[in-house]
C-alpha cells in the first residue's frame, strides 16, 4: 500500500453516501502509518497524511457539490495549514465566504461536516465570512496564529485572497503586537508545567523545548519576516545551517516520539503517559527490556528538549531585537572579550572560547559581576558551538580546568545565575564524566519527577536559598548554612549524592567513589574528603531513620547519632536531607516531613548534648513535656490532683511522644466526656496541635481490629494516616492518635470535612465487624508500577519487633495489614507511614500475645501471609 494507492481509492467513491467505502479508506490509511513508520521517515509520514486528508477533503468537497457554490473557500488552518499532521491530531479547517452565507450554503455546510464525523474524520472547524474571521481574529491571538499559516485547499481563490489581504493590512496585527503576544503566551505555557519538561509524563506538543517552542518561532517569522521556511531564516542571518539542521533534527525526533504515541495510544494524546511509554519505547527502536528501554527513551527526550529550548531562547532574543526594534541602552566593557548589553553577557569578537578553560573562566566573570541578568544570543550561539568543538576531552582532565572549577565552587556567588548557566547549558556535562552520565536519566516511578541531573540541580539551589537573607521558611538550615566555614563541601556532596545512579549498583556507595577521586584530582585536603564522601555515601540515612523508624526510641536514636559522630556532621546532613527531599518532587515536601527531620535533629543534637546518653536525652524530654503541659493545663483551670490522676494511666513513652500542647488537649478532651463505661468511646479532631497535620485521636475500651477500622474508613475517604501512636493505659482503656493529611498531602481545613471523618470513624468502630466499603480506585498511573512486596524484620532491646512493610500504595493496604495483625494475634503499638510515590514504606511495632518479639516462625506466617493476602 503506498499514499498513491489511498488517493486513488478515495477517487473511486462516487457517492457521499458511501460512508463504509470512506471508513475503510481512513482505516487503511492507518494501516499504511503503521507499516511505514518502521522505516524511519516520519517527515514524510507527516506530511503524507496531511495530502490524504487534502483529498478526502477536496473528493467530499466536490461529491455534496459545494465546488458549485461561489465565494465560498475550503481552508486548512493550524497545524493542518502547514500540511503536517500526525496520525490521530485534529484536522483544522475553517470554511469562508466573502457574502453571508445563505440557508442554502448553511445546510449543505451542515451536511459536510456531519459527513466528515460521520466517516470517522476529527475535526475542529469555524464556518464564518472574511469579515467576522478578521474581526474576531483582531480579538483573539489563537485565531489569528491559526491563520498564520491558512492553506487554500478548495474552492474561492479569491474569498481566501480577500481575507490574506486583511490579515496584513496595517489595521490588524502588527509584528510587534503579535511577538509579543506570542512571548506571554509562552511564559505561561512554560509556567504551567513549571519551568520544565523535566516531568514523569511530559507533553510532547505543550512542554518547554518541545513543538510548541519549535512552531512559536515559526509563527513569529512567518508573520514579521513573511518566509515560508526556516532556510529563508538562514539566507537572512538568524540560523546559521548546523543551527537549522539541528532543529530539524529535534523536530523529528519529537515528531516519532508523538507519530508513536498517537499510534499506541489510538487517539489524539500529547501526554507521554506511564501507560504507553513502555510500548512507545519498544515502537520507537529502544529495545524490550520495559523499564530500561523507557529510561533510554527518556534520556534521549530531554537532551533534545534542552537543545531545542537553547535554539527557541537564541532565536526569539534576535527576533525580540528585530521586531521590537530594541535598541541597546546600557552598555558596559567588563573584559577585553566581555561586555553587558542591556544586563546580558555578550562577545565582544567571534571565537572568544577557544579553549575549556576560557568557558570555565566565562563562568567565573558572571559570578564576579552579580549584575548579570543573563546570556545574550551572541553568547549562547558561541557557547553552544565551544561545546561542540571542544568534545573530545571531558574539561575535568585538565589540570587548569580543576583549578578554575574549585574557584567557582568556592565563589559565594558561584551558584546562583553561573550555576544555572553551568546545568542549562552542557557546561557541567562537559566538566564531569559522572555527570554527562546521569543528564536526561528518569527514574520510572512516582517518587522522583526530575532527572537526576535537573534533581541534583534544584537540590544545589534549594541549599544556596538557605543562605539568603529572604530565606524565612527554613531558619534552622538559614543558620547552618551561613555559619559553615566551607560551605563548598556541602555543595560538592550535593553534586555527587545521585551521580551513582543508573549504574546497576547503590548510587550511594558508587557515588561515594566518585567523590572520593574527586578529592584526590581537585586537591581537596583529606579530612574534608572524609566528610563530602561521608556525606554522599550518607544522603539518605536521616531521611530513612526520620520516615520509617520510632524517632522516639532511646536505642533509635544512640544508633543514629553513633553513625552521625558529631554535630558538625550532623548539621551538614540536615541540610542535604532537607534540601535533597525539597528537590525530589514539588508534591512530596509538608510539615509532616518537615517535623520528623527536625524532632530528630533536635533529639540527636540532645544526644551529643549528653554524651550519647540518650536515655537521658529521652527522660529530659518526658519531664520537659510534662511540666509545660501540667502549666497549660492549670492556666486552663484544670486542678493538680485530676492531672496527676490522669497521668498515672499513662507511660513515659506517651509523654515523649507528644508536645506539651497535644498532651494538654488529650487531658481536656478526655476528661471532660469520659464517663469510665464500658462503651464509653472518643473520638476528636484537631488541626492545631500538630504542625505536621491534623491529630485524629480515639479513645475506648480495647476492641480488637480498632487499627484496621479506622485505616479503612479513613483510606475510603482520600486521607492518608501519616504517623499512628497505638497506647493502652494502664487501667486497660485504648488511646489512638494519628496523623492525618487528604491524600494529596494538603491539611484537612474545613471544620465540616472534619466532623464527617470524625462521625465516619465513630460509626465504623461503633458497629460488630469491618465493613469492606472502600471504594477508592488506584490511580492511572499506579496501575503501571510494579512494587514487589517486601516484609522486613528488626529486633529492639524492647519486647517487640520491628516489622517494616514495602508495597504499592494500593487501596485499603493498612486495613489489610491491620486485620492480619489480628488474626494472628498479634499486638500493634505504634505505625509509621510513609508513601514514597507509588510505594508505601510503613513500619509497625508489635508484639505476640505473650507480649514478647515475634518469634521466627512467627515472622515467616506473617510473610507469607501478607502476600497473600496483597496479590
Given at each position: 500500500m503506498?499514499?498513491?494507492s489511498l488517493v486513488a481509492q478515495i477517487k473511486l467513491i462516487n457517492s457521499a453516501d458511501n460512508i463504509a467505502g470512506f471508513k475503510t479508506c481512513i482505516a487503511n490509511s492507518y494501516e499504511w502509518l503503521n507499516s511505514e513508520f518502521c522505516r524511519g521517515d516520519v517527515t514524510g509520514l507527516v506530511t503524507g497524511r496531511a495530502t490524504f486528508v487534502d483529498s478526502l477533503l477536496r473528493h467530499l468537497w466536490r461529491l455534496v457539490e459545494l465546488n458549485q457554490q461561489k465565494h465560498l473557500s475550503l481552508v486548512a488552518v493550524g497545524g493542518y495549514g502547514r500540511g503536517q499532521l500526525q496520525p490521530y491530531s485534529d484536522v483544522d479547517l475553517l470554511i469562508l465566504s466573502s457574502k453571508t452565507f445563505s440557508k442554502q450554503q448553511q445546510d449543505m455546510i451542515s451536511r459536510f461536516i456531519t459527513l466528515l464525523w460521520d466517516i470517522g474524520l476529527d475535526v475542529g472547524q469555524s464556518v464564518r465570512t472574511t469579515k467576522e474571521t478578521f474581526n474576531q481574529a483582531k480579538q483573539d491571538v489563537t485565531i489569528a496564529t491559526?491563520?498564520?499559516?491558512?492553506?487554500l485547499l478548495t474552492g474561492s481563490q479569491d474569498s481566501f485572497d480577500e481575507l490574506q489581504t486583511k490579515l496584513h493590512s496595517r489595521s490588524y496585527w502588527s509584528s510587534k503586537d503579535f511577538f509579543l503576544a506570542k512571548l506571554e503566551e509562552q511564559t505561561q505555557r512554560h509556567s504551567k508545567f513549571k519551568g520544565t519538561s523535566y516531568n514523569l509524563e511530559p507533553n510532547i506538543k505543550e512542554s518547554p523545548g518541545c513543538l510548541r517552542d519549535i512552531q512559536s518561532i515559526g509563527w513569529v517569522a512567518?508573520?514579521?519576516f513573511k518566509v515560508v521556511d526556516g532556510t529563508e531564516l538562514v539566507k537572512k542571518g538568524y540560523f546559521n545551517e548546523q543551527e537549522f539542521e539541528e532543529l530539524l533534527e529535534c523536530r523529528d525526533h519529537l515528531w516519532r516520539i508523538r507519530f508513536a504515541l498517537h499510534l499506541v495510544a489510538g487517539r489524539s494524546e500529547n501526554r507521554l503517559l506511564f501507560d504507553f511509554q513502555t510500548d512507545i519505547a519498544s515502537k520507537l527502536g529502544y529495545g524490550e527490556e520495559g523499564k530500561e528501554s523507557v529510561e533510554r527513551m527518556m534520556k534521549a527526550f530531554f537532551r533534545t528538549v534542552r537543545r531545542i529550548s537553547e535554539l527557541n531562547e537564541m532565536l526569539l532574543q534576535r527576533f525580540s531585537n528585530d521586531v521590537l526594534g530594541a535598541k541597546v541602552k546600557s552598555s558596559k566593557t567588563i573584559t577585553a572579550e566581555f561586555e553587558t548589553l542591556d544586563d546580558l553577557i555578550a562577545p565582544r569578537h567571534n571565537d572568544v572560547f577557544k579553549t575549556p578553560e576560557n568557558i570555565l573562566e566565562f563562568i567565573l566573570l558572571i559570578a564576579n559581576n552579580p549584575e548579570i541578568k543573563g546570556l545574550h544570543s551572541s553568547s549562547l550561539r558561541q557557547l553552544r558551538l565551544a561545546r561542540r568543538k571542544l568534545h573530545s576531552q571531558y574539561f575535568s582532565e585538565r589540570e587548569a580546568c580543576r583549578e578554575l572549577f574549585m574557584q567557582l565552587i568556592k565563589h559565594p556567588n558561584f551558584f546562583a545565575l553561573a550555576w544555572d548557566i553551568m546545568h542549562k547549558h552542557g557546561i557541567l556535562q562537559a566538566y564531569l564524566p559522572q555527570w554527562d552520565n546521569i543528564v536526561g536519566m528518569m527514574q520510572f516511578d512516582l517518587f522522583h519527577a526530575y532527572t537526576v541531573d535537573e534533581h541534583t540541580h534544584r537540590l544545589v539551589k534549594n541549599i544556596q536559598h538557605y543562605g539568603l537573607p529572604e530565606n524565612k521558611d527554613f531558619p534552622r538550615c538559614g543558620r547552618i548554612v551561613k555559619n559553615l566555614d566551607k560551605p563548598e563541601l556541602l555543595y560538592i556532596a550535593a553534586i555527587f549524592h545521585d551521580i551513582g545512579k543508573g549504574r546497576n549498583g547503590d548510587h550511594s556507595k558508587l557515588g561515594a567513589i566518585d567523590v572520593e577521586q574527586f578529592c584526590i584530582t581537585h586537591k581537596i585536603e583529606s579530612k574534608d574528603a572524609e566528610l563530602i564522601k561521608w556525606l554522599v555515601e550518607s544522603h539518605l540515612l536521616m531521611s530513612v531513620i526520620a520516615q520509617r523508624r520510632d524517632i522516639y526510641d532511646a536505642d533509635v536514636i544512640n544508633e543514629f547519632a553513633t553513625a552521625v559522630r558529631s554535630q558538625h556532621n550532623l548539621d551538614h546532613l540536615y541540610v542535604l536531607t532537607l534540601a535533597d527531599i525539597r528537590a525530589t518532587n514539588d508534591n512530596l515536601w509538608n510539615d509532616w516531613k518537615a517535623s520528623l527531620l527536625r524532632e530528630l535533629y533536635l533529639l540527636t543534637q540532645k544526644a551529643f548534648d549528653n554524651g550519647l546518653e540518650c536515655k537521658v536525652a529521652i527522660q529530659d524530654r518526658v519531664a520537659e513535656n510534662q511540666a509545660k503541659a501540667r502549666e497549660i493545663l492549670l492556666e486552663n483551670g484544670m486542678n493538680l490532683t485530676q492531672i496527676e490522676q490522669f497521668w498515672k494511666r499513662l507511660s513515659d513513652d506517651y509523654f515523649a511522644r507528644f508536645k506539651p500542647e497535644q498532651i494538654a488537649w488529650h487531658?481536656?478532651?478526655?476528661?471532660a466526656s469520659h464517663p469510665m463505661t464500658d462503651d464509653f468511646l472518643l473520638v476528636?479532631?484537631?488541626e492545631t496541635t500538630a504542625k505536621s497535620g491534623t491529630e485524629l485521636i480515639v479513645y475506648g475500651k480495647v476492641k480488637k481490629n480498632m487499627f484496621a477500622q479506622i485505616a479503612s474508613v479513613l483510606d475510603s475517604r482520600n486521607v492518608s494516616i501519616h504517623d499512628?501512636?497505638?497506647?493502652?493505659?494502664h487501667d486497660g482503656y485504648i488511646f489512638d492518635s494519628f496523623i492525618i493529611l487528604e491524600h494529596n498531602g494538603d491539611r484537612i481545613n474545613s471544620i465540616s470535612r472534619l466532623n464527617s471523618l470524625k462521625k465516619a470513624v465513630e460509626d465504623q468502630l461503633t458497629k460488630p465487624g469491618l465493613e469492606h466499603n472502600n471504594k477508592r480506585k488506584m490511580s492511572r498511573q499506579m496501575k503501571q508500577l510494579d512494587v514487589p512486596t517486601?516484609?522486613?524484620?528488626?529486633?529492639?532491646?524492647?519486647n517487640v519487633s520491628l516489622v517494616e512493610i514495602e508495597a504499592l500504595d494500593a487501596p485499603g493496604l493498612l486495613a489489610k495489614i491491620g486485620e492480619l495483625f489480628v488474626e494472628l494475634e498479634f499486638n500493634l503499638h505504634m505505625a509509621k507511614i510513609s508513601t514514597i510515590g507509588e510505594?508505601?514504606?510503613?513500619?509497625?511495632?508489635?508484639?505476640n500475645s505473650d507480649n514478647l518479639p515475634l518469634s521466627q516462625n512467627q515472622q515467616v506466617l506473617f510473610r507469607n501471609r501478607l502476600n497473600e493476602t496483597l496479590h
Open positions: 503506498s499514499l498513491q491559526n491563520l498564520v499559516e491558512a492553506r512567518k508573520k514579521h487531658a481536656n478532651v478526655i476528661l476528636e479532631a484537631n499512628a501512636q497505638i497506647m493502652r493505659t517486601k516484609v522486613r524484620f528488626y529486633s529492639s532491646q524492647t510505594r508505601a514504606e510503613d513500619l509497625f511495632i508489635v508484639s
